[in-house]
């Protein structure tokens, strides 16, 4: 399949048929990022994920009250709460019913906006390629085309008079389906109260952190001089990568944790590094590498590669949705 990526329309969303753009009022990537973070809405979404296993269809209740403020709630096919994902500014919270756990950490930094921006404009092409519609509402078909090498393709369909992506579809190399998030049913602008994204805890649970924050930054800073423990981060990059965000803490077992979070504008690479004494055992479906003096493992989970290997004392591990020659070169330029 080339990169056009050529594909059926039809495909859950009925009979569309594409139309000139020239009565639509111009789109920008801008005005798709800031609706994303911004809207506030009501809907059911049906994301699909293919994968080595075949394809894997979740449906989600999504409540969004602006920036940071979610409610998600994983539904079974009986329609019944599998799992609640609440966001509310500040923590995010994650209740699981039928294992009565609920499990809180510090949201994770995205970084600006405009600097977001600017990496997406750098880096992908920017088509509008015609009208349709969904859900009875008029929207524009988009393609983000990736400049380098091994990132994903995105195409959008674009809700015409609020800017926000009614469907997402990303798509590797060469062609394949990675991921498809369709709303399935919205109401925008509802009418929200604080409870609808603050996380209530039900009786009876247990409570656990899944990651205590210690030190946190931005790539304009460093960590602390006083602190004993600084492992190194790669020194090579793919190309369009840059540093966001980094964070030192202690995971669930109370393990300490380095992370750099490296994004491209519309993608995220994170590098992991822990005590290579507490470094998970290869899962049964990965593969032992070599990573330049010294042996890993590689996993595939479709187009969704990870990367576990050890220097020294120290255990790392890159996760991200980049060919495994890539990461093979970032992991080799760890010092």
């Not at 809180?104 to 600097?115: C, M």
């Not at 393709?153 to 498809?180: K, M, S």
């Not at 998970?280 to 590689?298: L, M, N, Q, T, Y």
């Amino acid at each position: 399949m080339s990169r056009t990526i050529s594909f059926l329309f039809g495909l859950a969303v009925g009979a569309l048929a594409l139309a000139p753009t020239a009565q639509a009022r111009p789109l920008a990537l801008e005005d798709v990022l800031t609706a994303r973070e911004t809207l506030s809405y009501r809907g059911l979404l049906r994301v699909t994920r293919t994968g080595p296993a075949g394809t894997r269809q979740q449906r989600l209740r999504v409540t969004r009250a602006g920036h940071q403020r979610v409610r998600q709630e994983l539904l079974d096919a009986s329609g019944a709460v599998r799992d609640v994902l609440v966001s509310d500014g500040a923590v995010r919270w994650h209740h699981t019913p039928r294992l009565r756990a609920v499990t809180v950490s510090p949201l994770e930094a995205e970084g600006s906006l405009p600097r977001r921006l600017a990496l997406a404009r750098r880096n992908y092409g920017f088509r509008v390629l015609g009208q349709l519609r969904h859900l009875n509402r008029l929207v524009l078909l988009v393609q983000l085309t990736p400049r380098a090498a091994g990132n994903l393709t995105h195409r959008l369909w674009v809700d015409q008079a609020t800017r926000l992506p009614l469907v997402v579809e990303r798509r590797d190399e060469a062609g394949q389906l990675v991921d498809r998030s369709e709303f399935l049913s919205i109401t925008f602008s509802p009418r929200l109260s604080p409870e609808d994204t603050r996380f209530r805890l039900p009786p009876g649970v247990r409570v656990s952190n899944a990651t205590t924050v210690l030190a946190q930054g931005s790539s304009g800073s460093l960590p602390p001089a006083g602190q004993r423990w600084r492992p190194e981060p790669p020194r090579w990059l793919p190309k369009g990568y840059e540093l966001l965000h980094w964070q030192h803490f202690l995971d669930h077992r109370r393990v300490p944790t380095f992370v750099w979070r490296y994004h491209d504008g519309l993608s995220l690479l994170s590098c992991f590094a822990t005590d290579a004494r507490s470094q998970a055992s290869p899962p049964a479906d990965s593969r032992a590498v070599r990573v330049g003096a010294g042996e890993g493992f590689a996993l595939a989970q479709g187009p969704k590669h990870l990367l576990s290997w050890r220097v020294g004392q120290t255990a790392y591990t890159l996760v991200g949705h980049l060919p495994e020659a890539i990461l093979d070169t970032v992991a080799g330029s760890v010092p």
